[in-house]
């Protein structure tokens, strides 16, 4: 049975830093794409960022330059850097493994962490 479970969410002022992790069991994703994305009350889910197995990554518009993302294949685990956080930061985040390089799709998905950023 696949499982991501996420930790290190939280509360935070802004201009802080988080450090999420998503640790992967029930098989190897060593070689799927890895990535985050996040929900807040009544907006979409977005797509914050993604890493290949090969350590490409992605990054949406609005986390660019803040936001960094990282993975320990031999971990079967992947880290989401969050710095200079911003209330528009607050929401729910997900950790979602894909079904295979980096241009599939998640196929698997956490049940998320909540990051809330107090202004």
């Known amino acids: 049975q696949v499982q991501l479970v996420e930790s290190g969410g939280g509360l935070v002022q802004a201009g802080g830093s988080l450090r999420l992790s998503c640790a992967a069991s029930g098989r190897t994703f060593s070689r799927n794409t890895m990535g985050w994305f996040r929900q807040a009350p009544g907006k979409e889910r977005e797509f914050v960022a993604r890493i290949s197995w090969s350590g490409s990554t992605a990054y949406g518009d609005s986390v660019k330059g803040r936001f960094t993302i990282s993975r320990d294949n031999a971990k079967n685990t992947v880290f989401l850097q969050m710095n200079s956080l911003k209330p528009e930061d607050t929401a729910v985040y997900y950790c979602?493994?894909?079904?295979?390089?980096?241009?599939?799709?998640?196929?698997?998905w956490g049940q998320g962490t909540q990051v809330t950023v107090s202004s």
């Open positions: 979602a493994a894909y079904s295979g390089g980096f241009a599939t799709s998640p196929y698997y």
